[in-house]
């Protein structure tokens, strides 16, 4: 069964400083992985996805992050956090060896994201 | 815009209400999600169609959720009967996986219904 894993319900961050999101995941096949940013009462926003081809993805708004195939991990990165980053950041999976009706997206529990001044 | 929208916003019903919530999802968008959020936690995908077809249903919470996408454009997604335990952000979502079709195609969500039951 997929599954995915945000192991930190808050990050805290110092504006200015690097900032990490942790996600791990668990698929059959192909993993295609995703990053959604929310904001409070809002719908959920994409940040980037990998696919296949480069581990390292550059998204929006500066973000990244990193496939590591031996980890089954999907990580989240920003140089430099800005306040205005403070949100909860969704990590999501579908098993790119489904097509149709079973690619469905599976979605982690979330990680606040908390960028202090 | 031409984002996902979704109406209402907020619904606040009484126990034992039917409720309905609508999708119009991104012109020529072809997939439409249908996910619930519940407080703590991320979307749990409830359905989906492609075009008019609704090609997954087993998710559905219950017998009491349904959905339907008429004309392959908005779609709606009715809740019977409706439990406290039904109270939660539903959210919508839309995809074009082009003509290679498979699941590499990206969805986009829309605002969300938040649904009380009291």
């Known amino acids: 069964a997929q599954s995915v894993a945000q192991p930190e319900d808050q990050v805290n961050v110092a504006e200015g400083n690097p900032l990490t999101v942790k996600c791990t995941y668990s698929v059959s096949g192909n993993p295609y992985l995703f990053w959604y940013v929310q904001y409070p009462n809002r719908g959920l926003q994409f940040l980037l996805k990998?696919?296949?081809?480069?581990?390292l993805v550059k998204g929006s708004y500066g973000f990244e992050a990193e496939f590591n195939k031996s980890q089954t991990s999907f990580h989240l990165k920003k140089p430099s956090a800005l306040v205005s980053d403070s949100a909860l950041y969704f990590c999501a999976v579908r098993d790119g060896d489904y097509g149709g009706s079973q690619g469905n997206l599976i979605f982690g529990k979330g990680t606040k994201l908390s960028v202090k001044p | 815009d031409t984002g996902v929208s979704q109406n209402p916003r907020h619904k606040i019903t009484k126990r034992g209400q039917n409720v309905t919530f609508r999708c119009d999802p991104i012109s020529e968008h072809n997939r439409l999600y249908w996910y619930r959020q519940t407080l703590g936690q991320g979307p749990e995908f409830l359905t989906y169609?492609?075009?008019?077809?609704?090609?997954?249903k087993s998710r559905l919470l219950s017998d009491r959720f349904s959905a339907e996408r008429p004309k392959g454009s908005f779609s709606t997604l009715e809740i019977q009967r409706t439990e406290q335990g039904d109270s939660a952000m539903y959210l919508c979502a839309s995809s074009n996986p082009g003509l290679a079709g498979g699941s590499t195609d990206t969805q986009y969500f829309g605002p969300g219904t938040r649904l009380t039951v009291l």
């Open positions: 169609f492609q075009n008019e077809a609704q090609l997954e």
């Open positions: 990998y696919i296949t081809g480069d581990n």
